[in-house]
Antibody
Framework: QLQLQESGPGLVKPSETLSLTCTVS??????????WGWIRQPPGKGLEWIAN???????YYNPSLKSRVSVSVDTSKNRFSLGLSSVTAADTAVYYC?????????????WGQGMLVTVSS | SFELTQPPSVSVSPGQTATITCSAD??????VCWYQQRPGQSPSVVIY???KRPSGIPERFSGSSSGNTATLTISGTQAMDEADYYC?????????FGTGTKVTVL
């Protein structure tokens, strides 16, 4: 069964860049039937879609975050990454990575456990 | 992009039907999926492509859509269905989540 695991610093200072990696195991990231996504959830609040990336590097970003977000993929290591620059306290959230089963399905079928990232000095 | 609006909360008695709506000015014929999120857990899909149920999801979960409103219905609600539910749709390649609905089984 496919597994996704987020990793990275759990504490980031204001104005710095948040960097997370999602490692995919028990399945290839280089597959044509999947996109790989990032979703976040501030404490006690709802889900916010951040971005998707295809294994070729093709990306889609949330327009409200686009100026600060960068997503990349490393097929040799079977992982993809999220960068969010100029963070503020409003970026404190649980960050999830997930697989998007594309085409007729278009839903996230596998999720990581989530990683809390706190923005604080 | 558009916004998906859900009622903040829905209360239901065990065995009764819970109805959760998801509305947007331009939802139209966009496909909608629904995610269930229990406390402390990652979301998991219960409905995709508006009305399709993934393998392993109980038949009491159903989805429908009319005009600019999609609906998730939980028939014969059980205590284990108490969770937050989020609708989600795509605007081209951009994803949008609904505001979320907390379902309480009284």
């Amino acid at each position: 069964q496919l597994q996704l695991q987020e990793s990275g610093p759990g504490l980031v200072k204001p104005s710095e860049t948040l960097s997370l990696t999602c490692t995919v195991s028990e399945g290839p990231i280089s597959t044509t039937d999947s996109y790989w996504g990032w979703i976040r959830q501030p404490p006690g609040k709802g889900l916010e879609w951040i971005a998707n990336i295809f294994y070729t590097g093709s990306t889609y970003y949330n327009p409200s975050l686009k100026s600060r977000v960068s997503v990349s993929v490393d097929t040799s290591k079977n992982r993809f990454s999220l960068g969010l620059s100029s963070v503020t306290a409003a970026d404190t959230a649980v960050y999830y990575c997930a697989r998007l089963l594309r085409n007729a399905s278009n839903f996230y079928d596998y999720w990581g456990q989530g990683m809390l990232v706190t923005v604080s000095s | 992009s558009f916004e998906l609006t859900q009622p903040p909360s829905v209360s239901v008695s065990p065995g009764q039907t819970a109805t959760i709506t998801c509305s947007a000015d331009t939802l139209g014929d966009k496909n909608v999926c629904w995610y269930q999120q229990r406390p402390g857990q990652s979301p998991s899909v219960v409905i995709y492509k508006t009305a399709k149920r993934p393998s392993g999801i109980p038949e009491r979960f159903s989805g429908s859509s009319s005009g600019n409103t999609a609906t998730l219905t939980i028939s014969g609600t059980q205590a284990m269905d108490e969770a937050d539910y989020y609708c989600q749709a795509w605007d081209g390649g951009t994803g949008v989540f609904g505001t979320g609905t907390k379902v309480t089984v009284l």
